[in-house]
Nanobody, 121 residues
Framework: QVQLVESGGGLVQAGGSLRLSCAAS????????MGWFRQAPGKQRELVAD???????RYVDSVKGRFTISTDNAKKTVYLQMNSLKPEDTAVYYC???????????????WGQGTQVTASS
């Protein structure tokens, strides 16, 4: 059984900062990619940022220069440092981890439960 536990969401004023964390527990291994997605009301879920096991990162254009993704591989944890938050960053943020678990040889995606981030104007 694999669980992803997210923390760090909340309410901040525009221009403020938050740091999201997502810790994977259980029998997950061979993690190839960890990332953050977000979904605002009435909109599709979108990739915010992700990072490969080798450290390559990618970001959606709207957060470049403001958000930073990082990992602690020993703790199977991914972080998202969000600075200079804008009202348009308001959404539920979900972490996703891609890897293998238990005796299943197939690679699959695992999702967190989501955490609300609200940047007020």
């Amino acid at each position: 059984q694999v669980q992803l536990v997210e923390s760090g969401g909340g309410l901040v004023q525009a221009g403020g900062s938050l740091r999201l964390s997502c810790a994977a527990s259980g029998s997950i291994f061979s993690i190839s990619r960890m990332g953050w997605f977000r979904q605002a009301p009435g909109k599709q879920r979108e990739l915010v940022a992700d990072i490969t096991g080798g450290g390559s990162t990618r970001y959606v254009d709207s957060v470049k220069g403001r958000f930073t993704i990082s990992t602690d591989n020993a703790k199977k944890t991914v972080y998202l440092q969000m600075n200079s938050l804008k009202p348009e960053d308001t959404a539920v943020y979900y972490c996703k981890v891609t890897g293998r678990a238990g005796s299943n040889p197939n690679v699959r995606d695992y999702w967190g439960q989501g955490t609300q981030v609200t940047a007020s104007s």
